[in-house]
């Protein structure tokens, strides 16, 4: 149960610190944050998937060799994360031309970067192991007694944009680390780090990709631009609307999440057997909740932003209902490739993301200008991801 509230806050928590900022008119605060945060998701899925092999060999046989796991995973997923966090944050910064440049800033960046990972590292193996302590505790103080503080900040209007920026960036990490201290032992530290040590130092850094990882990391290496298209086009909207965009996308991830709930989660056993789409949305109300989900959250984008003038709202409200449902086709895309991936057709998987990257790129290359026309392109892909996926599916 405390597991999927702290889920639902941390599906929440960021868009409600960018909601706070864009609220109490913090602008290029919100927007730099909405970059950030999409930045962050792009760069944790696209590091070579260490966990796989380890993570299945480790709930199979019930059998944890840590020194095994810390030099075949942690080891190497640590130094690839701080060199990648680094070439990243420098990358980023060119986009954050609202802040002045500063060393600070940029180790910030840096920093919020390794925390991002950390944390989506320790979720995956409190979701695999079934344990969930300090996980929970880390979830409830990054989201909501975070944005308690941030609210309290915000709403005094004392400070620049600029700080409250960075002040959300390190209380971010902060957070995610400060927790791990209720598992450590104060006397067994010392002993700890030493243990560390010699293990780093009678191991070489490794970073052999088998066939299996490596068919893991190229497919979804080929599924970052499928999955995370909407989020992305979010924020090719004007300066000042790439918070509000941002935040509306995000709202439309509860139709992920309930789709995640309610097939992907406690529906594997169904999706193992290759059950039929049909079959495995029955009785599910999905449809009817994300339709609620669209509708709710276009109208009212419009209410909230009711100066733009009627064109701008129409506009927005056309392009919220196209990446609303291409989402849900998102979602239903990947029950499909599920299913695709249990009869262990990998190459079909990664031909067909092949295909939808193609058309997605030439939609954010040649329609990233007006970001209707953009989300026309965006669901015309994921139309094409769905017919594709579920003909492939179905043939098994």
Same mark, same amino acid.
């Given at each position: 149960?405390?597991?999927?509230?702290?889920?639902?806050?941390?599906?929440?928590?960021?868009?409600?610190?960018?909601?706070?900022?864009?609220?109490?008119?913090?602008?290029?605060?919100?927007?730099?944050?909405?970059?950030?945060?999409?930045?962050?998701?792009?760069?944790?899925?696209?590091?070579?998937?260490?966990?796989?092999?380890?993570?299945?060999?480790?709930?199979?046989?019930?059998?944890?060799?840590?020194?095994?796991?810390?030099?075949?995973?942690?080891?190497?997923?640590?130094?690839?994360?701080?060199?990648?966090?680094?070439?990243?944050?420098?990358?980023?910064?060119?986009?954050?031309?609202?802040?002045?440049?500063?060393?600070?800033?940029?180790?910030?960046?840096?920093?919020?970067?390794?925390?991002?990972?950390?944390?989506?590292?320790?979720?995956?193996?409190?979701?695999?192991?079934?344990?969930?302590?300090?996980?929970?505790?880390?979830?409830?103080?990054?989201?909501?007694?975070?944005?308690?503080?941030?609210?309290?900040?915000?709403?005094?209007?004392?400070?620049?944009?600029?700080?409250?920026?960075?002040?959300?960036?390190?209380?971010?990490?902060?957070?995610?680390?400060?927790?791990?201290?209720?598992?450590?032992?104060?006397?067994?530290?010392?002993?700890?780090?030493?243990?560390?040590?010699?293990?780093?130092?009678?191991?070489?850094?490794?970073?052999?990709?088998?066939?299996?990882?490596?068919?893991?990391?190229?497919?979804?290496?080929?599924?970052?631009?499928?999955?995370?298209?909407?989020?992305?086009?979010?924020?090719?909207?004007?300066?000042?609307?790439?918070?509000?965009?941002?935040?509306?996308?995000?709202?439309?991830?509860?139709?992920?999440?309930?789709?995640?709930?309610?097939?992907?989660?406690?529906? /594997? +056993?169904?999706? *193992?057997?290759?059950?039929?789409?049909?079959? #495995? !949305?029955?009785? =599910?109300?999905? $449809? &009817?909740?994300?339709?609620?989900?669209?509708?709710?959250?276009?109208?009212?984008?419009?209410?909230?932003?009711?100066?733009?003038?009627?064109?701008?709202?129409?506009?927005?409200?056309?392009?919220?209902?196209?990446?609303?449902?291409?989402?849900?086709?998102?979602?239903?895309?990947?029950?499909?490739?599920?299913?695709?991936?249990?009869?262990?057709?990998? /190459? +079909?998987?990664? *031909?067909?993301?092949?295909?939808?990257?193609? #058309? !997605?790129?030439? =939609?954010?290359? $040649? &329609?990233?200008?007006?970001?209707?026309?953009?989300?026309?392109?965006?669901?015309?892909?994921?139309?094409?991801?769905?017919?594709?996926?579920?003909?492939?599916?179905?043939?098994?």
């Amino acid at each position: 149960m405390w597991y999927r509230v702290v889920m639902l806050s941390s599906l929440i928590g960021r868009v409600l610190t960018v909601a706070l900022l864009t609220k109490f008119n913090y602008l290029g605060a919100s927007g730099a944050l909405a970059l950030l945060f999409t930045t962050s998701t792009l760069f944790n899925n696209a590091l070579p998937p260490l966990h796989k092999e380890i993570y299945i060999k480790a709930v199979k046989n019930r059998i944890y060799n840590f020194r095994e796991i810390f030099i075949n995973y942690f080891y190497p997923l640590f130094l690839i994360s701080i060199f990648s966090s680094f070439i990243v944050s420098i990358l980023i910064r060119n986009f954050l031309d609202q802040f002045d440049s500063s060393f600070l800033l940029n180790l910030l960046i840096f920093f919020y970067l390794v925390s991002e990972k950390i944390f989506d590292e320790f979720h995956r193996y409190s979701l695999t192991f079934k344990k969930f302590f300090p996980w929970n505790i880390i979830g409830l103080w990054r989201n909501p007694v975070n944005n308690l503080i941030f609210f309290t900040l915000i709403i005094s209007g004392r400070y620049s944009e600029q700080f409250i920026f960075n002040f959300i960036l390190i209380m971010i990490f902060i957070s995610t680390l400060s927790p791990f201290l209720l598992i450590i032992k104060p006397f067994k530290i010392w002993k700890s780090l030493n243990f560390y040590y010699k293990l780093i130092k009678n191991s070489n850094f490794n970073f052999s990709i088998n066939k299996g990882l490596l068919k893991a990391w190229l497919i979804s290496l080929s599924m970052l631009l499928p999955t995370y298209s909407e989020r992305i086009a979010s924020l090719t909207a004007g300066s000042n609307e790439t918070s509000k965009m941002y935040i509306a996308v995000s709202v439309f991830q509860l139709i992920t999440f309930i789709i995640d709930f309610q097939i992907l989660s406690n529906k /594997k +056993a169904e999706i *193992i057997k290759n059950k039929s789409l049909k079959k #495995l !949305l029955q009785n =599910s109300k999905i $449809f &009817l909740f994300s339709t609620l989900i669209i509708i709710f959250v276009s109208l009212g984008y419009a209410f909230l932003n009711n100066s733009a003038g009627v064109y701008n709202n129409l506009t927005s409200i056309f392009t919220l209902v196209i990446l609303g449902i291409s989402i849900m086709l998102n979602s239903l895309s990947l029950i499909q490739e599920q299913r695709i991936f249990w009869a262990k057709k990998y /190459k +079909a998987i990664f *031909i067909e993301m092949l295909i939808i990257s193609s #058309l !997605l790129l030439f =939609s954010f290359v $040649f &329609l990233r200008f007006n970001t209707l026309i953009l989300s026309i392109g965006i669901i015309s892909a994921n139309i094409a991801r769905f017919t594709i996926s579920t003909k492939i599916a179905n043939e098994y």
